[in-house]
T-cell receptor, first 113, second 115 residues
């Protein structure tokens, strides 16, 4: 069964540093998402991406965050200057089209110290 | 806006007990409803879904029925196993909120099954 692959699985970074989280979507999927889950809390939507641009973003997705598909395959989430409160599990998800099921990656656990 | 409300956990049951995890929703349009499961140390996996009123989703012995009149999608299983211990998330997808539409999740309910 096709999978969404996320790397790294764990990352520890110093406050103020930049991090890039990577996702390899399922090859024929067109819609891409990032969600995050702060420990013990609900899964929260960050951003959706379609046709090489952001479709929707939440209030969490401020100027510190950016997404891109740099090479047409990877889908990345960049946090420019990490804060302690950015510590969370970050999930990439992809979708073949509206109404199709989502496939989630196994997540990247980001710890900001 | 859209929202999902789930019963608080943790839920602790003995093996072979009956499970119900309540989920209610509010949505602008006619959403699709989902249950996702997160096993320890793993990502989110789709457990079951229903796309219209009165649909019943089922998988691995779990069931949930889309009840439009009560805006609910309660998860049930007749006989739980230790291997069902996980966090369960109710979620909705509202097709009327955009081209690439996000999932809205509940807070998750942790299930612990003991021998």
């Amino acid at each position: 069964e096709p999978e969404v692959t996320q790397t790294p699985s764990h990352q520890v970074t110093q406050m103020g540093q930049e991090v890039i989280l990577r996702c390899v979507p399922i090859s024929n999927h067109l819609y891409f998402y990032w969600y995050r889950q702060i420990l013990g809390q609900k899964v929260e939507f960050l951003v959706s991406f379609y046709n090489n641009e952001i479709s929707e973003k939440s209030e969490i997705f401020d100027d510190q965050f950016s997404v891109e598909r740099p090479d047409g395959s990877n889908f990345t989430l960049k946090i420019r200057s990490t804060k302690l409160e950015d510590s969370a599990m970050y999930f990439c998800a992809t979708q073949g089209g509206p109404g199709y099921g989502y496939t989630f990656g196994s997540g990247t656990r980001l710890t900001v110290v | 806006g859209d929202s999902v409300t789930q019963m608080e956990g943790p839920v602790t049951l003995s093996e072979e007990a009956f499970l119900t995890i309540n989920c209610t929703y509010t949505a602008t349009g006619y959403p699709s409803l989902f249950w996702y499961v997160q096993y320890p140390g793993e990502g989110l996996q789709l457990l079951l879904k229903a796309t219209k009123a009165d649909d019943k989703g089922s998988n691995k012995g779990f069931e949930a029925t889309y009840r439009k009149e009560t805006t609910s999608f309660h998860l049930e299983k007749g006989s739980v196993q230790v291997s069902d211990s996980a966090v369960y998330f109710c979620a909705l997808w509202d097709p009327y909120t955009g081209t690439a539409s996000k999932l809205t999740f509940g807070t998750g309910t942790r299930l612990q099954v003991t021998l």
